[in-house]
T-cell receptor, first 116, second 114 residues
Framework: NAGVTQTPKFRVLKTGQSMTLLCAQD?????MYWYRQDPGMGLRLIHY???????AKGEVPDGYNVSRLKKQNFLLGLESAAPSQTSVYFC???????????????FGPGTRLTVL | AQSVTQLDSQVPVFEEAPVELRCNYS??????LFWYVQYPNQGLQLLLK??????LVKGINGFEAEFNKSQTSFHLRKPSVHISDTAEYFC????????????FGAGTRLAVHP
């Protein structure tokens, strides 16, 4: 069981370039999330998905797009990278227990992105 | 809506000393509460969680936390820390009932010195 994996681990982009971050989970979780972590700000939710083919905006969605074509994968895209998007990006997944999702989330190791 | 305040951004402590990391939350509904730990250059790992029942929750690595509804707090404690406990600790809250997003505090960096 690999849990939650993220690709790549590190990336450096120039302003205006695009890229896609891949998150994969092998726990058959329904819910997946993308966060960014910046010093002194904790983790902020970018987008999330409650199931295959569905996505929703989180707290800081601007400049990002996501897709969930398969249950096990959640992709985060940056169409035109900006220096303000320099951050560490974490993917997480969680499961639903009965009718009440209490949101215990399992995290990937992170992707460190620098935009010059 | 929920929010979380971690009252200390950094906590230095000597090895084998006790430690308390403070967390306060606000919510208009019942909540679930979590503490996560992040070791350097790693993802977050769940330490413990409060869902319901006993207000004293025990987690991994000897940590425990107490849910205090009247004071809206969920402080994390360990009676004797080790060098290996050096990490960043995040308190998080989720509203109970149905699907709700997890809201994180800004984090507390625990530095254990020999």
């Amino acid at each position: 069981n690999a849990g939650v994996t993220q690709t790549p681990k590190f990336r450096v982009l120039k302003t205006g370039q695009s890229m896609t971050l891949l998150c994969a989970q092998d726990m058959n979780h329904e819910y997946m999330y993308w966060y960014r972590q910046d010093p002194g700000m904790g983790l902020r939710l970018i987008h999330y998905s409650v199931g295959e083919g569905t996505t929703a905006k989180g707290e800081v969605p601007d400049g990002y797009n996501v897709s969930r074509l398969k249950k096990q994968n959640f992709l985060l895209g940056l169409e035109s990278a900006a220096p303000s998007q320099t951050s560490v990006y974490f993917c997480a997944s969680s499961y639903k227990r009965g009718a009440d999702l209490y949101n215990e989330q399992f995290f990937g190791p992170g992707t460190r992105l620098t935009v010059l | 809506a929920q929010s979380v305040t971690q009252l200390d951004s950094q906590v230095p402590v000597f090895e084998e000393a006790p430690v308390e990391l403070r967390c306060n939350y606000s919510s208009s509904v019942s909540v679930y509460l979590f503490w996560y730990v992040q070791y350097p250059n790693q993802g977050l790992q769940l330490l413990l969680k409060y869902l319901s029942g006993s207000t004293l929750v025990k987690g991994i690595n000897g940590f425990e936390a107490e849910f205090n509804k009247s004071q809206t707090s969920f402080h994390l404690r360990k009676p004797s820390v080790h060098i290996s406990d050096t990490a960043e600790y995040f308190c998080a809250v989720s509203g109970a009932g149905g699907y709700n997003k997890l809201i994180f505090g800004a984090g507390t960096r625990l530095a254990v010195h020999p």
